[in-house]
């Protein structure tokens, strides 16, 4: 089996700042890390390699930097790290970056193999769309799978593959024909640590790096910020809507329970959530 | 005509001509017939864009066995519906609903669509999106329009762990897509003499092309669903321990509402993730939020800033939670809490002391 993990280097937004006075993003000190559901996929791949065997092929669209990003990946395991990478591609939306990341797939399998999974993650800290994933398995024509929080059963011989899928509602049991694109949940796996071994690999090993050169059918109008039919117009931080509230007050908790409860009865509340 | 053709081609490399794009369209999400409570509240958004566009707005239903909910989008809002029911449509599958969200969007040319955020609504909008192709935003919590001629949707989305809030736009496409989070629009009130055509879809694919089977769906009835929402009593650190809870869902019971956390409680372990409120919770725009024992950090106030109705109890008068409060008391709330509750049930006239069953659950 042939399984490609896409994973992408981001900025722990939840370590980022805004900065009072200029009402702007404060980068400065942010860490680098690899997109956490990326790794739940990365995590997947590897226990379906060390039990069914497979090759697993890791790839990225970004900056020279996420070269680190991949590495980290090899020293958990991954046979291959792909950084994809060209001025070219900068300014990325969600459909630009699924056309790259799906011509990367190709390439992939030409390289290596016929692709069995794709993995990704649900959904990255910075871009936060979830689109990533669809946008490849719709280019590539795979079967989709998101959200899923279990794989339940991977079947080469059939080439069926049975998840189940985290809902807000509940879960919902999915088997399906592979090829597939599969995006990882947290609830997916718990993230192993990196082996010795796979330090001393990683240490050593030299990504494998494709530019706008190694692609020569790529159609130019689809790339980058040109191929991005999405822009970013106005951005702002959200004030705290402040109210002037009214203090509840009362010699006994009683007298306050009441006060409050006549307020809550005093508009047309009651009828709009059908209270009696 | 060819030459013709040519030049609007040549012309639409400059100044794109969307002008056989109109209306909106909502595509409505439903489990075994039963519809999202976030379809109704695109509805209710979606009237609001229509009309600012001088257009029609469009509902999409999708399903089997579910030609109620057509007539239950027209009650909400939508000028005209199109169904598509058939046996292979049971239950969702990205190939199959796509297809038909496809033939319908080239047939109507809807000039907006929208889908909720759920894991439903993004799995089908990002495939769609990509096989149109156009520009789809994510997960938005405000939606507007430019008025004509420009007729941009203003698609806004909390940005960077929703520290920041981003408009996007989608100028050299249509239709712009987007996806809506739950809870934040609101619903028209249901009108059931809205009787409006339903235009009625084949389904193209035949079971043998389908690829996947839905084998089970273990519903999770008893998880709360904060989002929707009506009325969320929330604890925090305050609290003490988990056994306080049991308090604020008397409380909640007595009101028909459910128990939600800040994260404190939540790390502490005194209640699940999936009650908490805030950045990595759950934004939720309730219309009676109850704040108990809870400081009101910018973290957690992210999530619950936008509900109605506010109240908050807390020991502390300075907490900044009393900020965005409309309802502020202070005080301890071991003893103004239970007080509530009575209070609240001698109203309804619910029996005083621990109630057998709940009254309300989840009214969503
Ligand atoms: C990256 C990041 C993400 C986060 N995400 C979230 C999130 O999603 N949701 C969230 O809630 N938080 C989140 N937080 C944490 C947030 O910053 C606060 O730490 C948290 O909200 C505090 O919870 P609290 O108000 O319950 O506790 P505290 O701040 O400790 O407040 C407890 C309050 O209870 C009051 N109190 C105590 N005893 C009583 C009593 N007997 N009667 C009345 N009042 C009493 C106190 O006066 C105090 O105001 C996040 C933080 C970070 C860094
Ligand atoms: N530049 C990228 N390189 C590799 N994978 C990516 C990239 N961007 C997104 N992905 C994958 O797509 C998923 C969803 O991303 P997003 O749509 O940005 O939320 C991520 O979790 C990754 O698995």
Not at chain 1, 89 to 105: E, H, N, Q, R
Not at chain 1, 265 to 271: E, Y
Request: charged share 25%.
């Amino acid at each position: 089996m042939h399984i490609v993990v896409c994973i992408k280097q981001v900025p722990d937004s939840r370590e980022i700042r805004i900065d009072p006075k200029t009402n702007t993003l404060i980068r400065q000190g942010v860490p680098s890390i690899v997109n956490f559901y990326d790794k739940h996929g990365l995590e997947e791949a590897l226990r379906i390699k060390d039990e069914l065997g497979a090759r697993v092929t890791v790839i990225t669209m970004g900056p020279p930097p996420a070269e680190k990003a991949l590495k980290e990946c090899i020293s958990l395991g991954a046979d291959e790290g792909v950084l994809v990478t060209d001025r070219a591609f900068a300014g990325a939306d969600t459909l630009a970056t699924s056309y790259v990341l799906a011509k990367a797939i190709r390439k992939a399998e030409e390289t290596w193999g016929p692709v069995d999974i794709v993995f990704c993650g649900k959904q990255t800290l910075d871009g936060d769309t979830g689109q990533v994933g669809p946008g490849i398995a719709c280019r590539l024509d795979l079967e989709q799978l998101t959200y899923v929080g279990k794989v339940r059963k991977v079947d080469p011989q059939a080439r069926r593959i049975t998840v189940e899928r985290h809902l807000e509602d509940g879960i919902e049991v999915v088997e399906t024909s592979m090829p597939v694109l599969v995006t990882a949940l947290k609830e997916l796996n718990k993230i192993r640590r990196a082996s010795l071994p796979g330090m001393i690999r990683a240490a050593r090993y030299k990504p494998i790096v494709w530019t706008t050169a190694d692609f020569p059918d790529l159609d130019r109008s689809q790339i980058g910020l040109k191929g991005s039919p999405t822009i970013v117009g106005k951005t702002w931080v959200p004030e705290v809507r402040k109210v002037d509230g009214e203090r509840i007050a009362g010699d006994t908790p009683q007298q306050i329970a009441e006060q409050l409860v006549e307020r809550l009865w005093s508009g047309d509340l009651p009828t709009r959530l059908g209270w009696n | 005509m060819a030459e013709q053709e040519q030049q609007t081609v040549e012309k639409k490399e400059k100044e794109p001509d969307f002008s056989d794009y109109r209306g909106v369209m909502i595509v409505v999400e439903q489990r075994y017939g039963k519809a999202k409570a976030v379809s109704w509240q695109l509805l209710g958004k979606g009237r609001e864009l229509a009309d600012k566009l001088e257009t029609k707005l469009y509902a999409l239903v999708i399903g089997h066995e579910v030609e109620h909910l057509a007539k239950e989008a027209g009650y909400y809002g939508a000028d005209e519906v199109y169904l598509c029911d058939a046996p292979e449509l049971k239950d969702y599958r990205t190939r199959p609903y796509s297809r038909v969200c496809l033939k319908v969007i080239h047939q109507v040319k809807p000039e907006i669509v929208l889908f909720g955020a759920t894991g439903t609504g993004r799995d089908l909008a990002g495939a769609i999106a990509t096989h149109l192709p156009t520009g789809l935003t994510a997960d938005t919590t405000e939606l507007d329009v430019e008025p004509p001629p420009s007729r941009l949707l203003l698609a806004s989305r909390p940005a960077f762990s929703e520290k920041m809030m981003a408009t996007i736009l989608c100028k050299r496409y249509r239709p712009q897509m987007a996806t809506a989070r739950a809870g934040v629009f609101q619903a028209l009130p249901r009108d059931e003499s809205r009787e409006v055509p339903i235009i009625r879809v084949e389904n193209d694919m035949k079971e043998e092309e389908i690829a996947a089977r839905v084998l089970e769906f273990i519903s999770e009835t008893g998880k709360v669903n904060l989002e929707e929402a009506e009325i969320i009593v929330a604890g925090g650190r305050g609290l003490g321990g988990p056994e306080a809870f049991g308090m604020l869902k008397e409380l909640a019971d007595a009101l028909g509402g459910v128990v939600g956390a800040s994260r404190a409680a939540v790390d502490a372990g005194w209640i699940s993730h999936d009650h908490q409120v805030g950045q990595t919770g759950h934004t939720v725009r309730p219309k009676l939020y109850f704040a108990i024992g809870i400081s009101g950090a910018v973290q957690h106030t992210v999530g619950m800033s936008n509900s109605e109705v506010i109240v908050a109890i807390n020991k502390d008068e300075n907490a900044p939670i009393f900020q965005i409060a409309h309802y502020g008391i202070v005080g301890d709330l071991f003893k103004i809490v239970p007080a509530i509750t009575e209070a609240v049930k001698k109203k309804r006239g619910l029996p005083i002391g621990p109630l057998a069953s709940t009254t309300g659950g989840n009214r969503a």
